[in-house]
C-alpha cells in the first residue's frame, strides 16, 4: 500500500516568515495529493489540493508543488501570521484509499 | 446547511461492551470513510464506502465493522471495544466517485475511550 512520509514534525518560524513542509509517497499509481489544516480541537479541513497532471498550484498565501518523478510534494505558506498555527496534513490516493502522513505541528511566533 | 455529523461525541465504555458511532451526511456524497487519529501517528484509514451496500477496507481495519445500507449514512461498530481502541474518530465523505480524490469533508469527531 501507499506509504507518506512527512517532514519536519514540529516547525516554529516567525510572523511574516515562509514556511515549508515536505512529503514524499511510495506508490507511482497516486495522482491526487491534498493538505488539511487541522486546529486544534478541531477537524481537519482541506486548504489545497494538486493532481498529478499539474506540478504547482497556488491560492494566495499557501501553494503546492509536485514533482512526481522524485514522488514528493510540497506546501509553502508566505508571510505567515498566527491563526496559521495549526497541524497541517499531507495525503496521497491513487483511487479510493486516502493515505495521511504523520502531520507536522507549525507554530508561527508573533 | 451542508455537513456531516457524528453521534456521540465523546464516548466512555469498558472492553467488551459493543457499541455504534454514527456517521451522517446530507451532501449526497456517494463516497464515506472512517479515520481514526492518535497522537504521532495522523489519521489512518479504517475503512471506505464507495457507494451504498460498497465498503472495503483501509488500512486498520482489525476490530471494526462497518455497514452502509443509505447513502447518508455510515456507521461505525465495535463489536468489542479493546483499550486500544480508544482514539479520536473522525467520518468524512466526498462528492467525487473516486473517492480518495476528492476533497473530504470531515465530522466534528468522537473521542472514545475504552477502559
Known amino acids: 500500500g501507499e506509504n507518506v512520509e512527512q517532514h519536519p514534525s514540529t516547525l516554529s518560524v516567525q510572523e511574516g516568515d515562509s514556511a515549508v513542509i515536505k512529503c514524499t509517497y511510495s506508490?507511482?499509481?497516486?495522482?491526487?495529493f491534498p493538505w488539511y489544516k487541522q486546529e486544534l480541537g478541531k477537524r481537519p479541513q482541506l486548504i489545497i489540493d494538486?493532481?498529478?497532471?499539474?506540478g504547482e498550484k497556488k491560492d494566495q498565501r499557501i501553494a503546492v508543488t509536485l514533482n512526481k518523478t522524485a514522488k514528493h510534494f510540497s506546501l509553502h505558506i508566505t508571510e505567515t501570521q498566527p491563526e496559521d498555527s495549526a497541524v497541517y496534513f499531507c495525503a496521497a490516493s491513487g483511487s479510493y484509499q486516502l493515505t495521511f502522513g504523520k502531520g507536522t505541528k507549525l507554530s508561527v511566533i508573533p | 446547511e451542508a455537513q456531516v455529523t457524528q453521534n456521540p461525541r465523546y464516548l466512555i465504555t469498558v472492553t467488551g461492551k459493543k457499541l455504534t458511532v454514527t456517521c451522517s451526511q446530507n451532501?449526497?456524497?456517494?463516497?464515506m470513510s472512517w479515520y481514526r487519529q492518535d497522537p504521532g501517528l495522523g489519521l489512518r484509514q479504517i475503512y471506505y464506502?464507495?457507494?451504498?451496500?460498497?465498503?472495503d477496507k483501509g488500512d486498520v481495519p482489525e476490530g471494526y465493522k462497518v455497514s452502509r445500507k443509505e447513502k447518508r449514512n455510515f456507521p461505525l461498530i465495535l463489536e468489542s471495544p479493546s483499550p486500544n481502541q480508544t482514539s479520536l474518530y473522525f467520518c468524512?465523505?466526498?462528492?467525487?466517485?473516486?473517492?480518495?480524490?476528492?476533497?473530504?469533508?470531515f465530522g466534528p469527531g468522537t473521542r472514545l475511550l475504552v477502559l
Open positions: 506508490d507511482s499509481a497516486s495522482n491526487y
Open positions: 451532501m449526497n456524497h456517494e463516497y
Open positions: 464506502s464507495m457507494n451504498v451496500e460498497v465498503t
Open positions: 494538486i493532481r498529478s497532471n499539474v
Open positions: 468524512a465523505s466526498s462528492p467525487r466517485l473516486a473517492g480518495g480524490n476528492g476533497a473530504q469533508y
